[in-house]
């Protein structure tokens, strides 16, 4: 039997992010995309290094050639998710409930093939995730929007005619992306009884979950209540907690007969998971929790810094602090820069944020800031912003 990985952490937590020479080295999409001029606080990763018990584990992997194609079933990666869910999450899961699929949106395409006709409507809350856009679509599916309303919270009444109307299936991002709004668990209750009572399925996308901030709580779909569990599939991943997106490895987990039925009815997937994506999730989940604390006390730090910043240097800009994540969907509609803000601040300030647009119709006069870089680089940014206006 191969010999178990040490995971054990040790020495201090490293979140020292480097200048901006350096971070144009890396070749991501975030850093590929501009010139070296811009500071690029767009796509949905982290500046900070990884944490050791990750680079270690997939070190040992590269040294031992480990490099082939992923095996059917992750076991150990399976139970190291289900004790992380136990103690971060507050949520049981059962790791033989556990299914691999490549990314989250790969399983929520493959899911919307499996559960509806072609032609069905399936339904998101905007704004929303860019690939909720161009790729659901890739499911034979009609897209339904449900904006959000003027808090960034669910319109329950806005749903149910959508149910009512024959939306079959709700993607729920929960913690929001681009809000990083939690969705209360009472409102969570509802969408399950009304789910149920119209016979629609819960495909709940709980990525950034882990990354709950202080004074918040997140309540798993799974851990909602009976009905939730039977119309719903919740969908998870290491990449956006533990910043190792581009290594491909998620999870779609059930919780009744009814869900697990439906997921083994899902094509074979495993050879599109990244064997390093397992090594990195197994790592991170079984001894990742002090970097992760870390991680999230330096969010909540920073998510104090840029409120802190806007309401000096760019005060007419409005935003509700996220309660998860490094996002912050920021309202620049009082500014005499249109539709289309973020364009203004790349030309003028050379900082590149996310346009409100690629959220759908209600992003018009937003941009997405990510805020999980360091506190010079984000104090930079605002400053850069302000130096955009007229």
């Known amino acids: ?111 919307c093939r499996i559960l509806t006709e072609p032609g069905a409507q399936v339904a998101f809350f905007t704004p929303a995730y860019p690939p909720f856009f161009a790729e659901l679509p890739q499911a034979r599916v009609e897209l339904v929007e449900l904006p959000l309303d003027a808090a960034s919270a669910v319109d329950l009444a806005r749903l149910e005619t959508a149910l009512a109307g024959g939306v079959r299936v709700l993607v729920l991002a929960n913690p929001h992306n681009p809000t990083g709004q939690i969705v209360p668990r009472q409102v969570l209750e509802q969408i399950a009884d009304l789910c149920v009572t119209y016979d629609a399925w819960v495909l709940a996308d709980e990525i950034h979950a882990p990354l709950v901030l202080d004074g918040a709580t997140h309540t798993p ?99 509700r602090p996220p309660q998860a994540s490094y996002l912050a969907w920021l309202d620049c509609r009082a500014l005499p820069f249109g539709d289309d803000p973020a364009a203004i601040f790349l030309q003028r300030g050379r900082i590149a944020l996310s346009p409100g647009l690629d959220y759908g119709r209600e992003g018009a006069g937003f941009v997405r800031l990510n805020f999980g870089t360091s506190p010079q680089h984000l104090t930079d940014a605002v400053q850069r912003m302000a130096r955009a206006m007229p």
């Not at 201090?12 to 991501?28: F, G, H, K, N, T």
């Not at 982290?46 to 944490?51: Q, S, Y």
């Not at 480990?66 to 992750?74: K, R």
Request: charged residues 20%; glycine residues 6%.
């Open 1 to 111: 039997m191969q010999e178990r990985e040490n995971f054990e952490p040790t020495g201090a937590i490293d979140l020292q992010v480097p200048d901006l020479a350096a971070l144009y080295e890396r070749r991501s999409e975030k850093w590929s995309s501009y010139e070296p001029d811009v500071l690029p606080l767009t796509v949905a990763e982290m500046d900070f290094p990884l944490a050791a018990e990750v680079t270690a584990a997939l070190h040992a992997a590269i040294d031992r050639h480990d490099l082939g194609y992923t095996a059917p079933t992750a076991a150990r990666t399976a139970a190291a998710f289900a004790g992380f869910a136990q103690r971060r999450l507050h949520s049981t899961v059962d790791p033989e409930h556990l299914t691999l699929v490549p990314d989250v949106m790969a399983g929520l395409i493959e899911l």
């Open 221 to 319: 779909w799974l851990e909602v209540s009976d009905a939730a569990r039977n119309c719903g599939i919740a969908l998870t991943s290491a990449s956006k907690a533990f910043n190792v997106a581009g290594l491909k490895a998620a999870f779609v987990i059930t919780a009744s007969d009814r869900a697990g039925a439906a997921v083994r009815r899902l094509p074979a997937l495993t050879d599109r998971v990244g064997i390093l994506g397992i090594v990195a999730a197994e790592a991170a989940f079984t001894a990742g929790d002090r970097w992760l604390d870390a991680v999230q006390a330096r969010l909540a730090a920073n998510r104090a810094l840029l409120g802190q910043l806007l309401a000096v240097e760019l005060s007419q800009i409005t935003w």
